[in-house]
T-cell receptor, first 111, second 115 residues
Framework: TQLLEQSPQFLSIQEGENLTVYCNSS?????LQWYRQEPGEGPVLLVT?????EVKKLKRLTFQFGDARKDSSLHITAAQPGDTGLYLC???????????FGTGTRLQVFP | ETGVTQSPTHLIKTRGQQVTLRCSSQ?????VSWYQQALGQGPQFIFQ???????GRGNFPPRFSGLQFPNYSSELNVNALELDDSALYLC??????????????FGEGSRLTVL
């Protein structure tokens, strides 16, 4: 059983469209991070959210941590082909100092 | 460029063989975590080393073992290779402080194929 489930698993959209990726769990996390991974490379950190209800923006990307710190979402406005990649959420279980990754969402943005 | 280097980048082994993967962590980091990533999926936590001691382990059998050296570099060893061990093995270094995992800096991975 995967601790962190992401949806959708695959997303294929046209340039300019908006999208939302969800990361859900029944466990509480002390922090949650979002990474993007491109083919042949390791994941690269986009953002860390720590407080329940926290919202962070990174240009066209908006990240939200759920009030109960069990879930998170990533919203991309006006997607660009450069946004193409594997998006991964990763949560730190309370007091474990370890990150557990989600199942991943593969995004393809067509020009 | 994360400052984390892994070797080898690609390798092919046969069932039953043993493999050693290596990772040099970023300067100033004291923790190395190893992950296994199957094609198209999220990384699965194997184990973490902090100051040369294993500091937590995921759901992997004992034939997956590791080491961390005084310079904080690390090795992942897998014995008795199975076909399902074929995957990208990612090393991530971080600075572990009390109560805070911090950002993971990943290497580009070692892609292992078991035939």
């Amino acid at each position: 059983t995967q601790l962190l489930e992401q949806s959708p698993q695959f997303l294929s959209i046209q340039e300019g469209e908006n999208l939302t990726v969800y990361c859900n769990s029944s466990s509480v996390f002390s922090s949650l991070q979002w990474y993007r991974q491109e083919p042949g490379e390791g994941p690269v950190l986009l953002v860390t959210v720590v407080t329940g209800g926290e919202v962070k923006k990174l240009k066209r990307l908006t990240f939200q941590f759920g009030d109960a710190r069990k879930d998170s979402s990533l919203h991309i406005t006006a997607a660009q082909p450069g946004d193409t990649g594997l998006y991964l959420c990763a949560g730190e279980l309370d007091n474990t100092d370890k990150l557990i990754f989600g199942t991943g969402t593969r995004l393809q943005v067509f020009p | 460029e994360t400052g984390v280097t892994q070797s080898p980048t690609h390798l092919i082994k046969t069932r039953g063989q043993q493999v050693t993967l290596r990772c040099s962590s970023q300067s100033g980091h004291n923790t190395v975590s190893w992950y296994q990533q199957a094609l198209g999926q999220g990384p699965q936590f194997i184990f973490q080393y902090y100051r040369e001691e294993e500091n937590g382990r995921g759901n992997f059998p004992p034939r997956f073992s590791g080491l961390q050296f005084p310079n904080y570099s690390s090795e992942l060893n897998v014995n008795a290779l199975e076909l399902d061990d074929s995957a990208l093995y990612l090393c991530a270094s971080s600075l572990l402080r009390q109560g805070y995992t911090g950002e993971l800096f990943f290497g580009e991975g070692s892609r292992l194929t078991v035939l």
